[in-house]
């Protein structure tokens, strides 16, 4: 199975909005409601931002969303702050016990 | 605290085998699967597949298939992925991190610091 597909960057300035989209098909993303979002800092392990396309695990700030429609999952982040510009993954189960994680996508605060 | 804690960093030849182990304290290690994904340098996450430390059933990626053993030991807590016949672009940090889904569903709320595993001859 191939990886989800996520833009390579996006950007936003301070203060605003912006929305980093996965895209699979219909045997993960479009089948199931277990798409996660991970944040990537350099050097660190990924923290989990978002599970089961929406919920926030406990401590994440509610600038953080996420949201699906279709076989296309997004994250969005508003509010931006300096801290928030780092690497971001989602990822999705796959059927058949089978995980996929998308490509990456580097966030830029401008 | 609920930690999972990594064995150290390897230096490996081509076609020989490397074994990872990841050690879980605070909380109870049968009650959550256990998925290994690594991170080649500079690259996206890769998941290798998961254990469950209930029983010790296992699914692994397509990719890894016949490379890859994940085994338990529940006695220590403590988890283990074993790749064979490596090669150089098996050179990667590799990180195991606990499912919090309830299942195999991919919601990796706790994650070991990584472990750097250079392949070279």
């Known amino acids: 199975q191939s990886a989800l597909t996520q833009p390579p960057s996006a950007s936003g300035s301070p203060g605003q909005s912006v929305t980093i989209s996965c895209t699979g098909t219909?045997?993960?993303?479009?089948?199931?409601?277990?798409v996660s979002w991970y944040q990537q800092h350099p050097g660190k392990a990924p923290k989990l931002m978002i599970y089961?396309?929406?919920k926030r695990p406990s401590g994440v700030p509610d600038r953080f969303s996420g949201s699906k429609s279709g076989n296309t999952a997004s994250l969005t982040v508003s509010g931006l702050q300096a801290e928030d510009e780092t690497d971001y993954y989602c990822?999705?189960?796959?059927?058949?016990?089978?995980?996929?994680f998308g490509g990456g996508t580097k966030l830029t605060v401008l | 605290q609920v930690q999972l804690v990594q064995s150290g960093a390897e230096v490996k030849k081509p076609e020989a085998s490397v074994r990872v182990s990841c050690m879980a304290s605070g909380y109870t290690f049968t009650g959550y699967y256990m998925h290994w994904v690594r991170q080649a340098p500079g690259q996206g996450l890769e998941w290798m597949g998961w254990?469950?430390?209930?029983?010790?059933?296992?699914n692994y990626a397509q990719k890894f298939q016949g490379r890859v053993t994940m085994t338990r030991d529940t006695s220590i807590r403590t988890a283990y992925m074993d790749l064979s016949r490596l090669r150089s672009d098996d050179t990667a940090i590799y990180y195991c991190?606990?499912?919090?889904?309830?299942?195999?569903?991919?919601?990796?709320?706790?994650w070991g610091q990584g472990t750097m595993v250079t392949v070279s001859s």
């Open positions: 089961e396309v929406s």
């Open positions: 990822s999705s189960y796959a059927g058949s016990n089978l995980l996929l």
């Open positions: 219909s045997s993960d993303i479009g089948d199931y409601n277990h």
């Open positions: 991190a606990r499912d919090e889904s309830g299942g195999y569903y991919g919601a990796f709320d706790i």
């Open positions: 254990i469950n430390p209930n029983g010790g059933g296992t």
